[in-house]
Every structure is written in C-alpha cells, then in structure tokens.
C-alpha cells in the first residue's frame, strides 16, 4: 500500500509514522476477512476496507485508526482483480444482505472453502484436514423462500420498507431484493399503500412507538403456497379486512396472519401468532416429503441446496433400515423424516413447541410411524431421557444454530456412543469448536467435511459433517 498525498485532512489524527486520517493511499488487497472485508497493508498496519475483493489495486481513504489496525474507504477501483464482478443489485454496497456480490461466484465458492478450512486448523487444531469443495448452485440468485422486510419512515417521515445497513438499524429502500422471490414486491406494495391510506404508523425503534416492525414473507417452492405475516408491535392489527381483501388475491395466497412482538429488542418475532385468513401454514416439499411451516418455525431458507444438504446428511448416516437415531435440533422434522425413510426409528428435539406440533404432524400426513418428537432443550431432553433410558444411539444428527451445541449435549453424545455422527452446522467457526471436543478421547475421527452454498452472495455457508467412531 503506498501512501498518496492527500490535500484536505481537516481531522489529522496520526496512526503510524506515515498514516494519518483522511488520507489517500493505494492498496492491493492480499486477503479477505470472513465477514468479506478486504485486507490491504500500509506501513506493516493492516486495514480492512469493504467492497474490495482479493486482487483488486484500489485508492482507499483511511477514515478510522486504532493502534494496530483500521479502517479505509474505498474511493475508486484502480486494477480490478480477475476475481470482481458487477454486482447485480443496486443496493448491494449499503445493504447488509449480501457482501460478495462484487465477486465471480466462483470465487465466492473458494472463499467459503477456505473460511471452514481455516476455522478449523486455527479454533480445531485439525492441522491437515481436507475440506471437500462447496456444493454450489447453478443459478445463484432468487433462491430464498423467505424475506423479512423491517418498517419504519424515512428523514421526511415516509414510510420506507427494505433491508437493514450494514451494521446499523437504518433502513435502505429496497423494492427488489435479487435473493428474494418476486412475489415480496407485490406484498411490499399492497402492504405500503394499505398503511398509507389507513394511517397505519411504521414502528420507531428509539421510542417503542408506532405499529408495524416487520412483513415476514414466506414461499413453498414446490407448491407456490404464499405466507404473509405482519409483526406489530400491538395486540390487534387495525383495518385488517382491507389489507386482507388486497393480499387474497396474489396467487398462491394461503396464509394471512400476525406477529405480536411489544417488547423492545432487536428479536424479529414474538411468540403469538393470530391467523386473519386462510390457514395457519403453508407446505412445501423436499425430497419428496411434504412440510407444513408457521411462521415461528425454522426452515431452511434455500430450498434447491436444502435438498442438496440433506441428501448429504442421509447419505453420511449410512442408515441400512434398522438404526436408532437422534436428531437433534429438529425443527419441522424435515431431516428427521428424510433419515426416517431409511432408519429404524428416528427421536426428533426441538425447543420452539409450534415446531414440534409442525414435525408431528408432518410425520403422520407422511405417513411415518416411526418417529418420535420431544420439546425442550437438546441439553436437557437427551441426558435426561437416557438416565431414564440408557438406551445408546447408532446414529445423531444435530444441526444447532450459529451458536453451536452445548457442551452437556456433546457430552451426553459421546456416552450414548453412536457408530456415526452427523453435524450440519451453519457457523464453521462453532462446529470447529465442538468438532474438537467429539474427537478429544480420540473415540471419534473426522470422515468427511463438505459444505454447502445455502445463501450465495453472502459470507454464510453451511457444512456438513461426517465422524465415526473408530
Ligand atoms: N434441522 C432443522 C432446523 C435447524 S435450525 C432444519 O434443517 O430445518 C436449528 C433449530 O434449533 C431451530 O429450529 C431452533 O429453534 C432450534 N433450537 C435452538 N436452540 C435449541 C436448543 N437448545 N435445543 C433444541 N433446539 C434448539
């Protein structure tokens, strides 16, 4: 990185002998940070400097300093690297939904490779681990099923419906997401002229006040079944007959409802749901199997890839029809009733009960008999049920949020002393985590790690993990 001279730095703050704040330098970057920031160096100081992408020569200004590190804006792309692409949404450099956009999907492809590869060497210690290249999609845009779009009003007091900045609260207009499904333009629509008309007042998250936080859209792939749920910050939603009367007609439209939510905090949801028209959930099917969702559930957001990954978890259970298996973290049953198709008796767990009710039913609708749901903590339900039980497991599967699995969990795994475990893990940094503690007795090896592009243009990836027990 070579320091430019610089004529207007108002705010001289010095970081190094030659780095002062404002100014102008020249920088190639040699490296990304997991989050996608470029990383470019100046006088042995590192600076991270967003939209950049490996290999790019650009002209950054330094806009924040600390003593080893800092921060640099980018100002103008003076050698793209082989690596950068137009981003396709106009939005993609404020927005914080998507931050690759700027890169092939190639790269973007290798670039999560190597983030699992080297959470796992730096937080596993599993020095000389082969990561198997992503899976990724053929069309990397428009794939997600769901889109949670935050309310509020503009510096001229407009309502303004979109995405969340990157890093901060403040909403960025956004009518076209290019990850979203088309359908969610037309709801944004019909949603804004509605509370237009009636005087419906978007939420203000620095005074608590005001009505409607969220629209939470949801599509079934494979039905084409539409979920609209409003998040409000209120008991009852006012003048729903006429916004109702405008969402019926989309096609597809089966689910209308509401999300009471008062409290103040950054928790999209709260936990009662009221239906206004239609039913309760909406299906979809995977594999084959069919899904009702409600708005409470998980489910995974990248239906074309969730199929990819749960065919990979089948495929590393190894289940030949009569194993007793555990899959924790179940949410709607959705892996629980792929691996059911194959096992001797699956055992689902999962905290949210409208899940659970979700998993039971979808069990009975297709036609398993051989499943079993219990609600609670993964932490607490299988210790408890296995001193009551001691019934050991062939196979577990969990698939814990970004926070990864509890560590009374993991060890309650290692007692039961299952054949194969399967972790599908959404934050590599928390399976490395957990990874090394299943193989600390040296009882379990690492077999397989392939992850999965489940959310293309973002920093995100999922994997999926093999270890048997040697
Ligand atoms: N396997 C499911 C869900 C995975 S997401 C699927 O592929 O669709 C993780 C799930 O863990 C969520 O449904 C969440 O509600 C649930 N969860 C979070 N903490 C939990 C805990 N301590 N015990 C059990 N389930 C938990």
Not at 221 to 231: D, E, W
Not at 240 to 263: F, H, R
Request: aromatic share 8%; proline share 5%; charged share 25%.
């Amino acid at each position: 990185m070579n320091p430019v001279p610089n004529g207007k730095s108002q705010d001289k703050k010095s970081i190094g002998k030659n780095i002062e704040k404002n100014q102008l330098a020249e920088v190639v970057i040699q490296d990304m940070t997991e989050n996608g920031e470029g990383i470019g160096k100046l006088d042995g100081y590192t600076f991270f400097i967003k939209d950049t992408v490996i290999g790019d020569r650009v002209l950054v200004k330094i806009i924040k300093a600390k003593k080893t590190y800092g921060y640099a804006r980018l100002m103008e792309i003076l050698t793209p690297s082989a690596d950068r692409t137009e981003p396709r949404c106009p939005a993609a450099g404020p927005c914080g939904g998507c931050q690759l956009q700027s890169m092939t999907y190639e790269a973007q492809l290798a670039f999560k490779r190597k983030k699992v590869e080297d959470h796992l060497r730096r937080i596993g210690g599993f020095l000389d681990i082969t990561v198997e290249p992503v899976i990724g999609m053929k069309e990397p845009w428009c794939y997600r099923n769901k889109a949670q779009f935050p309310v509020g009003r503009d510096r001229d007091g407009k309502i303004r419906i979109g995405f969340y900045a990157g890093r901060t609260h403040s909403i960025i207009e956004t009518e076209r997401c290019y990850l979203g499904r088309p359908v969610n333009e037309q709801v944004l629509a019909i949603v804004r002229t509605w509370m237009n008309r009636q005087k419906i007042v978007p939420y203000d998250e620095t005074t608590g006040k005001g009505l409607i936080r969220h629209v939470l859209i949801r599509e079934g792939r494979a039905t084409g079944q539409v979920m609209v749920c409003l998040v409000i910050n209120g008991k009852k939603l006012p003048a729903a007959e006429m916004l109702v009367q405008e969402l019926k007609d989309i096609p597809g439209m089966t689910s209308i409802s509401y999300n009471i939510n008062m409290e103040q905090t950054n928790v999209i949801l709260g936990r009662q749901v009221v239906t206004l028209w239609g039913e309760d959930t909406i299906e979809d099917q995977i594999g084959g199997i069919s899904f009702r969702i409600s708005p409470l559930s998980f489910y995974q957001v990248n239906p074309e890839q969730t199929e990819r990954l749960y065919g990979k978890a089948l495929e590393f259970a190894g289940l030949t029809g009569g194993e007793n298996v555990w899959d924790l973290y179940c949410g709607i049953g959705t892996i629980s009733l792929f691996l059911a198709q194959k096992a001797g008796k699956v055992h689902g767990v999962e905290i949210i009960p409208a899940a659970i009710e979700n998993a039971r039913e979808n069990a009975e609708r297709n036609g398993f008999t051989n499943t079993e749901f219990f609600v609670g903590k993964a932490e607490e339900v299988l210790p408890q049920w296995y001193r009551e039980h001691g019934e050991k497991a062939d196979v577990i599967v969990v698939d814990p949020p970004r926070k990864g699995c509890d560590p009374a969990l993991l060890d309650v795994m290692l007692q039961m002393d299952p054949e194969r475990i399967v972790y599908v893990s959404c934050d590599s940094a928390t399976l490395a985590r957990d990874l090394k503690i299943l193989t600390g007795e040296n009882r379990y090896q690492i077999k397989t790690i392939q992850p999965v592009d489940m959310f293309p243009q973002s920093v995100h990836v999922e994997t999926v993990c093999l270890l048997s027990r040697k």
